[in-house]
């Protein structure tokens, strides 16, 4: 039985260069004219989310949102401006 994952969208300050994309290759990536990156993608679970945002603070990114989008977001993603 295949493991249902709950969607979720990240929103990040600044724009991943192209050597950090490949982390996040399971995730959408959207770059605003904004300077904001947009990852939506799949999380299996709680611990999952807090390695996830673990390793985006590792990183030194700063961590602008955090939305759950449920478990079949194909009809219910919408981006931020």
Same mark, same amino acid.
């Given at each position: 039985?295949?493991?249902? *994952?709950? /969607? /979720?969208? +990240? ?9 950090? #994309? @490949?982390? !996040?290759? =399971? !995730?959408? +990536?959207? /770059?605003?004219?904004?300077?904001? #990156?947009? &990852? #939506?993608?799949? +999380?299996? @679970?709680? =611990? =999952?989310?807090?390695?996830?945002? @673990?390793? &985006? !603070? ?7 949102? +955090?939305?759950? &989008?449920?478990?079949?977001?194909? *009809?219910?993603? #919408? !981006?931020?401006?």
């Amino acid at each position: 039985m295949k493991e249902l *994952s709950n /969607y /979720y969208q +990240i929103c990040v300050q600044g724009h991943l260069g192209q050597n950090w #994309t @490949d982390m !996040f290759h =399971a !995730f959408q +990536i959207q /770059y605003k004219e904004n300077g904001v #990156t947009v &990852l #939506t993608g799949p +999380i299996v @679970d709680q =611990a =999952a989310l807090r390695g996830l945002l @673990d390793h &985006l !603070f590792d990183l030194g990114l700063s961590i602008l949102s +955090i939305r759950n &989008l449920g478990l079949y977001p194909e *009809s219910k993603v #919408t !981006f931020p401006s």
